[in-house]
Each structure stands twice: as structure tokens, then as C-alpha cells.
């Protein structure tokens, strides 16, 4: 089956670094997208990943490897309004998403 | 409008009663898409439509049809609402749906059923 693994919640504290890891296992692949999502609100794009590497983009980065199944979404400099779930979705050979349950990342002063 | 919009934005419905959610995008993209959030859970694809005039059921379309008989509109229609129904509902669209294009989200629809 199609399974998104990645951690329910985390904390970090305000101008720290996290990483949130995320494991996927699809019928085929076509590629990883993270998406935020605060509290009461619709999913936004963060990154989407085709290629293994590192994709940096401002405070957040995005890695990917395809042979591990496995990508991690990099927050630096944490903020509190980075407060949101994060989403971890991967496309399969139809090129539909699978999705994550999303981790909860709550940011502390 | 600007973007991706749903209408309404919450709703308490009776069970066996029918009701329809609309969803309006203004970006001409081809490809739309209705998912389902609850809580714990991933988002769950419930049907898309690759371009006008097409549907696909996705992961859990029992209980839902679509129509699409223009780029713009996606309404998505619960025949006879139950209880396991009730969720958050989020429509979703992009420019094509064979290619690593992003979904942009509307602003849900949360549907009690009661």
C-alpha cells in the first residue's frame, strides 16, 4: 500500500533550527511536496522536490532522497508564525498526492 | 475573485439531506480536485477532474459525486449527507495534473452532519 510517515508534533524554540523528517512509500514516484498549514486555514505551497538534493529557498530548505524514500523540510531562524502543521504529500505514478497526517510543530519563545 | 473560492464556508446539516458544495477557480487551470481532512489524518482525495468535462474517483468517493461541465466550477454533492461525513472539506486546484505542478487550496468547507 501507499503510506506518508512523518512525525505528529514537535517543538522548537523561537530562532532555532528544526528539521521535520518525513518517510514515504508510493506506487511509483513523481515527486515530494511540503505544504504549512496553520490552525483553521487552507494548506500553502512550501516546496516540491523531483531530484535528489537540497532545495534552499529563503529560511526553509527541502531535501530529497529517492533511493531511501525519505525527504526532510529544513525551518531556520524559527519564528512564531511558523507556528502550523506541516504537510508531507508525495505524488504517485498517477500523479496524485498522497498525504501525511502533517506534524504539528509548535514554536516556543 | 481572485484565486480559489468555496461556498459555504460552514455548515450543520441533517442526515439524508442533500447537499452541495461549490468550489470556483479563477486561474484557468485545467486540473481540480475535492479532498476531505480530519482529524489525524491525512487529507483524502475524494474525486478530481483533470480537465473540463472529466472525473476520476480518488481514494474515498463513496458517498460523493462531482460534475464538471466547465473550467471554472467543481461542485461536489453528498446525495444522502451521514454522520461519518462530517469533516473539513477542501477543494483544490492546478495548472495540470500529469505534471509536478503545486495545488492551490480554497478555504474549506466545514460540514457537521448530524
Known amino acids: 500500500g501507499q503510506n506518508i510517515d512523518q512525525p505528529t508534533e514537535m517543538t522548537a524554540t523561537e530562532g532555532a533550527i528544526v528539521q521535520i523528517n518525513c518517510t514515504y512509500q508510493?506506487?511509483?514516484?513523481?515527486?515530494l511536496f511540503w505544504y504549512q498549514q496553520h490552525a483553521g486555514e487552507a494548506p500553502t505551497f512550501l516546496s516540491y522536490n523531483v531530484l535528489d538534493g537540497l532545495e534552499e529557498k529563503g529560511r526553509f530548505s527541502s531535501f530529497l532522497s529517492r533511493s531511501k524514500g525519505y525527504s526532510y523540510l529544513l525551518l531556520k531562524e524559527l519564528q512564531m508564525k511558523d507556528s502550523a502543521s506541516y504537510l508531507c504529500?508525495?505524488?504517485?505514478?498517477?500523479?496524485?498526492?498522497?498525504w501525511g497526517a502533517g506534524t504539528k510543530l509548535i514554536i516556543k519563545p | 475573485i481572485a484565486g480559489i473560492t468555496q461556498a459555504p464556508t460552514s455548515q450543520i446539516l441533517a442526515a439524508g439531506r442533500r447537499m452541495t458544495l461549490r468550489c470556483t477557480q479563477d486561474?484557468?487551470?485545467?486540473?481540480m480536485y475535492w479532498y476531505r481532512q480530519d482529524l489525524g489524518l491525512g487529507l483524502r482525495l475524494i474525486h478530481y477532474s483533470n480537465t473540463a468535462g472529466t472525473t476520476g474517483k480518488g481514494e474515498v468517493p463513496d458517498g460523493y459525486s462531482v460534475s464538471r461541465a466547465n473550467t471554472d466550477d467543481f461542485p461536489l454533492t453528498l446525495a444522502s449527507a451521514v454522520p461519518s461525513q462530517t469533516s473539513v472539506y477542501f477543494c483544490a486546484s492546478s495548472d495540470s495534473a500529469d505534471s509536478g505542478n503545486e495545488q492551490f487550496f480554497g478555504p474549506g468547507t466545514r460540514l457537521t452532519v448530524l
Open positions: 508510493t506506487s511509483g514516484f513523481n515527486g
Open positions: 504529500a508525495a505524488l504517485d505514478s498517477n500523479y496524485q498526492l498522497i
Open positions: 486561474m484557468r487551470h485545467n486540473a
